[in-house]
Nanobody, 129 residues
Framework: QVQLVESGGGLVQAGDSLRLSCLLS????????MGWFRQAPGKEREIVAA????????YYVDSVKGRFTISRDNAKNTVTLQMNSLKPEDTAVYYC??????????????????????WGQGTQVTVSS
């Protein structure tokens, strides 16, 4: 059974950095397209970043472009979200998600929340002003 476990959240000040990690177990990591989502209180869960199976292509929501970087290490079954220049509006619970890919999706990512098959439990990121 596939499980995703996030780590690295916390309380930081505006302008600080955090690095979130997500470890996948129970499956072959390289077959999954991966994404990071976040959900703030009273808001819908939104895509933050996504990465293709081979790591060649990435997506970022406009609000984090130039500040966040998604990467993956298929040998370590891990996807990482490096978050720099954090802002109070980045405060949310961050979720890691995995979508079973196919041969045809090796170089593409998906931003559709409903496409993802597995979700982590979430990690809280709080940015104070």
């Amino acid at each position: 059974q596939v499980q995703l476990v996030e780590s690295g959240g916390g309380l930081v000040q505006a302008g600080d950095s955090l690095r979130l990690s997500c470890l996948l177990s129970g499956g072959t990591f390289s077959i999954y397209r991966m994404g990071w989502f976040r959900q703030a209180p009273g808001k819908e869960r939104e895509i933050v970043a996504a990465i293709s199976r081979n790591g060649a292509n990435t997506y970022y929501v406009d609000s984090v472009k130039g500040r966040f970087t998604i990467s993956r290490d298929n040998a370590k079954n891990t996807v990482t979200l490096q978050m720099n220049s954090l802002k109070p509006e980045d405060t949310a619970v961050y979720y890691c998600a995995a979508e079973v890919g196919t041969y045809y999706t090796i170089s593409s990512y998906t931003t559709k929340k409903d496409s993802y098959n597995y979700w982590g439990q979430g990690t809280q990121v709080t940015v104070s002003s």
